[in-house]
């Protein structure tokens, strides 16, 4: 599929949706404008995962629905983990809205007998979204400003969002969504040293993963825990630098820490787990609004 992608960092896209609806919130007949657009936080257990998105909603928090048709080609029977590392796929662009609050925004899906994992072993299993006709994805809440321009990204966590059911040959999506403003957001960074992938029983074909955790000296833990983490980002095998990519990271204070060990997140019966996975000790890394941080993970200690 041939993808028109764009990094973080580059200049507006071309307007990507058609207004089917009309109605808003905000100050009088004031109006602001706003993009949104789609990435995916990283995902190693599986090698593809398509939906089709054909439409958004928004919601004012104090006025009418308002929605739009998708009429982006690539938006349909799209393989979510094409949009990894900062890549992002136009939901809706420069798009002038009623000022204000708004609840959430809301991607509308396309017909769910299209939708498809293939698993790492390259077999094709049905996916399904739990009420995902009638709700879609919906996100938490943002604000237009008058007379000023916003622009969003949706963080579609697959990994956090994918559950393989036991003894089914298919998945289902319970999606976990992140909605930030990239004018607060920056990006974590860096390499995997030598000493590190050796811990692995076969760095070529999986190296592991990079977890970042909100806050300072947060101990690492694994998925389902306590202490979860806001990202898990998966080292990259195919280049031979063994990088790894966490973006659209609001500004802040993180923990990062490194594991070659496999997050499982459900045992054989399909029940959430908490794994007792080896960790490297935690760095701490601060995130800044519009830069990288480059965090590079070479020794166990």
Same mark, same amino acid.
């Given at each position: 599929m041939n993808h028109s992608l764009k990094v973080f960092t580059v200049t507006a896209l071309a307007s990507a949706l058609a207004a089917c609806g009309g109605g808003g919130s905000g100050d009088g007949d004031s109006t602001g404008t706003a993009s949104f657009d789609l990435t995916d936080a990283a995902v190693d257990s599986v090698q593809a995962v398509n939906i089709t998105v054909v439409g958004v909603e928004l919601q004012p928090a104090d006025g009418e629905r308002i929605s739009f048709d998708v009429e982006n080609p690539d938006l349909e029977n799209i393989n979510l983990l094409d949009l990894q590392n900062g890549s992002v796929e136009? $939901? $809706?662009?420069?798009?002038?809205? /009623?000022?204000?609050e708004y609840e959430w925004i809301r991607l509308k899906l396309g017909d769910q007998s299209t939708f498809t994992v293939i698993d790492d072993n390259g077999g094709t299993n #049905?996916? &399904?979204? /739990?009420? *995902?006709?009638?709700? *879609?994805?919906? !996100?938490? *809440?943002?604000?237009? /400003?008058?007379g000023g321009t916003v622009n969003f990204t949706i963080d579609f966590d697959v990994r956090k969002s994918l559950v393989n059911p036991p003894g089914l040959n298919s998945y289902l999506l319970k999606p976990v969504l992140r909605l930030v403003d990239n004018a607060e957001v920056g990006t974590i960074k860096g390499t995997i040293g030598q000493t590190l992938l050796? !811990?692995?029983?076969?760095? @070529?074909? +999986?190296?592991? %993963?990079? +977890?970042?955790?909100? *806050?300072s000296d947060v101990t690492p833990d694994d998925l389902g825990s306590e202490n979860e983490p806001l990202v898990v980002a998966p080292v990259d095998t195919e280049s031979g #630098?063994?990088?790894? !990519?966490?973006? &659209? $990271?609001p500004a802040g204070d993180y923990t990062v820490a490194y594991t070659c060990d496999m997050d499982e997140r459900q045992d054989e019966d399909g029940n959430m787990i908490d794994e #007792? $996975?080896?960790? !490297?000790?935690?760095? @701490?890394?601060?995130?800044?609004? %519009?830069?990288e941080t480059t965090v590079d993970l070479t020794a166990a200690d």
């Open positions: 136009a $939901l $809706l662009s420069d798009q002038e809205l /009623p000022a204000g #049905d996916l &399904f979204v /739990p009420s *995902g006709d009638q709700r *879609g994805l919906q !996100t938490s *809440g943002f604000v237009v /400003p008058a050796s !811990t692995c029983e076969d760095a @070529n074909s +999986y190296a592991g %993963g990079v +977890y970042i955790y909100e *806050g #630098d063994y990088d790894y !990519t966490a973006a &659209f $990271l #007792d $996975l080896d960790f !490297t000790p935690g760095v @701490n890394a601060e995130v800044i609004e %519009g830069e």
